[in-house]
């Protein structure tokens, strides 16, 4: 099993940054890919980014590319995190990081590992 805690979110105003970091924990040696999904109200999870652990490949939503970037944390191994600048209203949204064991896609369902979420609140 591999552990995942999130930090970061909250509130920010349109045009700020802020950054999601992830820790993961347990069998992280498992992870292939690591990325971050997020869901709004009614809405179904989608993707945000992903990295891919050994070779550092990303891919990234066509929504949130040139805006966000998914990096690893030099210091700790097992950290990532989610650079998110010119926020808009519609990024609003629990984030969720996740870690995959298989293969770096966008389908949720290729993850088996994910974090509580955290609350990003976009205001106009």
């Known amino acids: 099993q591999v552990q995942l805690v999130e930090s970061g979110g909250g509130l920010a105003q349109t045009g700020d940054s802020l950054t999601l970091s992830c820790a993961a924990s347990?069998?992280?040696?498992?992870?292939?890919?690591m990325g971050w999904f997020r869901q709004a109200p009614e809405k179904e999870r989608e993707f945000v980014a992903a990295l891919g652990w050994s070779r550092h490949q990303t891919t990234y939503a066509d929504s949130v590319k040139g805006r966000f970037t998914i990096a690893r944390d030099n210091t700790h191994q097992y950290r990532w995190y989610l650079q998110m600048s010119d926020l808009k209203p519609e990024d609003t949204a629990v984030y969720y990081c996740a870690a995959g064991t298989t293969s770096l896609t966008p389908r949720p369902s290729d993850y088996e590992y994910w974090g509580q979420g955290t609350q990003v609140t976009v205001s106009s």
């Open positions: 347990g069998r992280t040696f498992t992870m292939y890919a």
